[in-house]
């Protein structure tokens, strides 16, 4: 099993786990996304373990090349100095390690293309890691809203006719009770309780009040022309209390009828 295999298989024994328990889904998705980190951390160290080993290869395929190289100088040196006997032994050296060089190139070269599917792999596996982690934030925002109006829909399904909203007109009721209650004491405080004599007075003094405002009016249109000046005569020969109201109104319809002739 490669290295993303046994990634992918552990990190779906999570997923599925972590489903199965139907938690928190915020505290899920979380967990989840520390579970991909964690297994990505891994992958990252065995790919630079395996890109370790791409580059010990080459190394050891780039050695095994530059002894090949050396010997065949040293057969070059022989054949020079007429000793071809060593030549031949140098050659033979050459040939050895210019073909352990070719097996290890050769060795090197699958490993590199193994290194490469395996960055690959990691790069896809990050950027699945970042999708998700973008996922998430829209997830939990869908699930908060759905909690919303799961709570709106409960609260709603709570409301029913028969409980607060019949508890606000029954309030409505008793508040409309007490304000009648207030006043009516108010009116048997006014009518039954302390001097009738000062009472019946100011009964008076309100007559007086509206008498005095009738000859305010009949004043102002005396000095307005709107009434003859005989009016003031009239006005001083006005009595006191209903009488001389009814006075006033007369007046002011007499001289009002004037006018119209």
Known sequence: MGIFDRVSALFKSNIND???????PEKMLTQILVDMRGQLVKAKQQVASAIADEKRLRDQADAEYKQAQDWERRAMLAVQESRDDLAKQALVRHAEHLGHGQ??????????LETEKLKNSLRDLNDKIEEAKRKKNLLVARQRRAQAQQRIAETMSSLSEKSAFEAFSRM?????????????????????????????????????????????????KQKMGMLP???TTNNKAIGSGAKAAEDVHAEIERSADEKKR
Do not use: C, M, Y
Request: charged content about 35%; proline content about 0%.
């Open 229 to 231: 000046a005989g009016g």
């Open 18 to 24: 972590l489903i199965s328990r139907a938690e928190d």
């Open 103 to 112: 097996q290890l190139e050769q060795t090197w070269e699958s490993h590199r």
């Open 172 to 220: 409505e009721e008793r508040i409309e009770h007490n304000e009648r209650q207030i006043k009516a004491s108010s009116e048997i405080d006014d009518e039954f309780s302390g001097d009738s004599l000062q009472r019946d007075f100011k009964q008076l003094e309100k007559g007086a009040v509206g008498v005095s405002v009738d000859n305010q009016l009949l004043a102002l």
